[in-house]
């Protein structure tokens, strides 16, 4: 099957995603939730086990306020697990660490453990509840939650990265097979180039193409990821400064281009000034050659005309393509 094809099953019905790129950190111990709350950018200390507010989205910070790694938090029984991208799990975890002094706090790196199954597009509910013969309808967005199947503890949380409904299933290594057997009867097996185009047409960033240690929390559109209202944590002075400030100096854009799609890295200029850069970029079969990038503010309205290279790139709103794969 071919990326496109693949992409144009999940946005209209589901398809099933093997993550073997993701990585899993476990926290736990009697101050964890004091101390995660300090670590990271979400409000960690109201999560609560269960369906309705068990996870949220939230972000590692440097003392700059700048993005070390976004991540998804979950509550699961007495642990928090912090879900991200495979090749950040020891760095993050080793950075934590360091702030570990007085506290009954245990970090574990659970990569190489468990396994992970995205299920993404607007029949995934039904194509999760087939394979594991549960109901998730109650389960909101961001939550998770855990159940036992004999000696093995499964755990579905609902978020992804295509914009349509996702959900994420957690199984100890023994039980993969499995379990990737069951979800496979219900949902066809789709490539990680697949789900990469899916992420761009939704203008979801994320580590390692968008986000690094350069950029801010705002420039990225991550407000989802910060509570405002919650104490301290690890670079909030300078997001909290950027807020009164009310603006910042750059922003996440999409990016429509005729002919093929440059190459990430590719300057974007405006009158023969470099105004930003492209930070991905894929074919859609949806809506074309497309991209996301970061822009000066000013050169960020929709419709706003750049050169990329050779070709010509016009700034778009995002999403770049709506849910069950409407072009926005």
């Known amino acids: 099957m071919n990326v496109a094809r693949e992409v144009g099953l999940v946005r209209q019905a589901a398809g099933v995603?093997?993550?073997?790129?993701?990585?899993?950190?476990?926290?736990?111990?009697?101050?964890?939730?004091?101390?995660?709350?300090?670590?990271?950018?979400?409000?960690?200390?109201?999560?609560?086990?269960?369906?309705?507010?068990?996870?949220?989205?939230?972000?590692?910070?440097?003392?700059?306020?700048?993005?070390?790694?976004?991540?998804?938090?979950?509550?699961?029984?007495?642990?928090?697990?912090?879900?991200?991208?495979?090749?950040?799990?020891?760095?993050?975890?080793?950075?934590?660490?360091?702030?570990?002094?007085?506290?009954?706090?245990?970090?574990?790196?659970r990569s190489n453990e468990i396994a992970r199954f995205g299920v993404e597009g607007p029949r995934a509910g039904e194509a999760v509840e087939a394979a594991l013969g549960r109901a998730f309808s109650d389960l909101a967005p961001g939550a998770c939650v855990r159940w036992m199947e004999g000696e093995s503890e499964l755990v579905v949380a609902r978020f992804g990265w295509s914009g349509e409904d996702s959900?994420?299933?957690?199984?100890?290594l023994a039980a993969a097979s499995d379990v990737r057997s069951r979800l496979e009867r219900t949902a066809p097996i789709a490539s990680a180039r697949a789900l990469e185009v899916l992420r761009i047409e939704a203008g979801i960033p994320r580590s390692g193409a968008e986000l690094s240690e350069e950029i801010l929390p705002p420039e990225a559109r991550l407000e989802a990821s910060i509570s405002y209202t919650k104490g301290c944590y690890t670079g909030q002075e300078i997001v909290a400064r950027l807020r009164s400030r009310g603006h910042v100096n750059h922003l996440l854009v999409g990016l429509r281009f005729e002919g093929d799609p440059p190459e990430r890295g590719t300057p974007l200029d405006a009158k023969g000034k470099r105004v930003g850069e492209i930070t991905s970029a894929a074919v859609s079969p949806h809506a074309g050659a497309i991209g996301?990038?970061?822009?000066?503010?000013?050169?960020?309205?929709?419709?706003?005309?750049?050169?990329?290279?050779?070709?010509?790139?016009?700034?778009a709103a995002l999403p770049l393509v709506g849910v069950a794969g409407s072009e926005t």
């Open 17 to 109: 995603f093997v993550l073997d790129e993701r990585g899993l950190l476990e926290i736990f111990g009697s101050d964890s939730r004091r101390w995660l709350n300090g670590m990271v950018s979400n409000d960690i200390a109201s999560l609560r086990e269960g369906p309705e507010h068990s996870g949220c989205p939230a972000l590692v910070l440097s003392n700059k306020g700048r993005i070390l790694a976004e991540c998804h938090v979950l509550g699961v029984g007495e642990s928090f697990w912090i879900e991200l991208r495979r090749e950040l799990a020891a760095p993050i975890a080793e950075r934590l660490g360091r702030f570990v002094i007085a506290d009954d706090v245990t970090i574990a790196d």
């Open 167 to 172: 959900f994420q299933v957690f199984v100890p």
């Open 292 to 315: 996301l990038g970061f822009v000066r503010v000013g050169h960020d309205e929709p419709g706003t005309v750049l050169d990329a290279g050779a070709r010509r790139a016009v700034v």
